[in-house]
C-alpha cells in the first residue's frame, strides 16, 4: 500500500463541535495535501503544506486549519461543524521536487455530522 | 466552469471491450496530469501519470492534449477487475500547489 496512514476512520460529530483528523506522510516525503470528498463528487482540495507551512488553499472557509509538524505528519481541524461537512476526508503525501509531484492517498476518514 | 470536467457515466461495456474516458481542464497554465482510480469505499489510487508525449502501461493508454486542453484515458481489453471510477487530475503546480479532480467517471464492466 501507500504508506499513508489517517485516523480515526470514523467519526461522529454533531453541529457546532470541532474535529482533528490526523494524518502521517509516507516515509520520505514532505508535503501533505488534504481533501474533501462528498458523496459521489471527486474530492475538493482543501489545502497543502510543505515544510510546516500552508503552501496552497482551496475554497474552504478559515473555520478548515491545519498544521504540519517537523516529522511531516499532519492535521486537519474544523471548527464549528455544518452538517454539509459529512463526507470523506483524505490525506495525500508527496514529495516536492518543483514540480509534477505524485500524490499517494490514504483510507481516509468518514466523518458524519449529525 | 469547473477546473476540470469528465463525464460521470456510467460506462457500461462488456469483458474485452476497448473503453476511452475523455476529460477537459479549464486553467492553459496547469504543469502535471493523472489518472486515478478510486473503488467504492476507497481512497484513490495512482493509475498514471500523463505525459505530452502519451504513455502507455498494459492495456492503458494516457494522452495529453496541451493546445485543446484535454486528456485522455484508453483501457483495452476490459477486465471485471477494471470497474471502478476514473479520476483525472490536474496539477497547477507553482508556488502555491493545487490539485484539481474531476468528478470521476464510473466504469463497469459485465460479464
Known amino acids: 500500500e501507500t504508506g499513508v496512514t489517517q485516523s480515526p476512520t470514523h467519526l461522529i460529530k454533531t453541529r457546532g463541535q470541532q474535529v482533528t483528523l490526523r494524518c502521517s506522510s509516507q516515509?520520505?516525503?514532505?508535503?501533505v495535501s488534504w481533501y474533501q470528498q462528498a458523496l459521489g463528487q471527486g474530492p475538493q482540495f482543501i489545502f497543502q503544506?510543505?515544510?510546516?507551512?500552508?503552501?496552497g488553499r482551496g475554497n474552504f472557509p478559515p473555520r478548515f486549519s491545519g498544521l504540519q509538524f517537523p516529522n511531516y505528519s499532519s492535521e486537519l481541524n474544523v471548527n464549528a461543524l455544518e452538517l454539509d461537512d459529512s463526507a470523506l476526508y483524505l490525506c495525500?503525501?508527496?514529495?516536492?521536487?518543483?514540480?509534477?509531484?505524485?500524490?499517494?492517498f490514504g483510507p481516509g476518514t468518514r466523518l458524519l455530522v449529525l | 466552469r469547473k477546473e476540470v470536467e469528465q463525464d460521470p457515466g456510467p460506462f457500461n461495456v462488456p469483458e474485452g471491450a476497448t473503453v476511452a474516458f475523455n476529460c477537459t481542464y479549464s486553467?492553459?497554465?496547469?504543469?502535471?496530469f493523472f489518472w486515478y482510480r478510486q473503488d467504492c469505499r476507497k481512497e484513490p489510487k495512482l493509475l498514471m501519470s500523463?505525459?505530452?508525449s502519451g504513455n502507455e502501461d498494459g492495456r492503458f493508454t494516457a494522452q495529453l492534449n496541451r493546445a485543446s486542453q484535454y486528456i485522455s484515458l484508453l483501457i483495452r481489453d476490459s477486465k471485471l477487475s477494471d470497474s471502478a471510477t476514473y479520476l483525472c487530475?490536474?496539477?497547477?503546480?507553482?508556488?502555491?500547489?493545487?490539485?484539481?479532480f474531476g468528478s470521476g467517471t464510473k466504469l463497469n464492466v459485465k460479464p
Open positions: 495525500a503525501s508527496s514529495l516536492r521536487r518543483g514540480g509534477g509531484e505524485t500524490q499517494y
Open positions: 516515509s520520505g516525503h514532505n508535503t
Open positions: 503544506y510543505y515544510r510546516e507551512e500552508e503552501n
Open positions: 486553467n492553459s497554465a496547469s504543469q502535471s
Open positions: 500523463v505525459y505530452s
Open positions: 487530475v490536474v496539477n497547477k503546480g507553482g508556488n502555491f500547489n493545487k490539485f484539481y
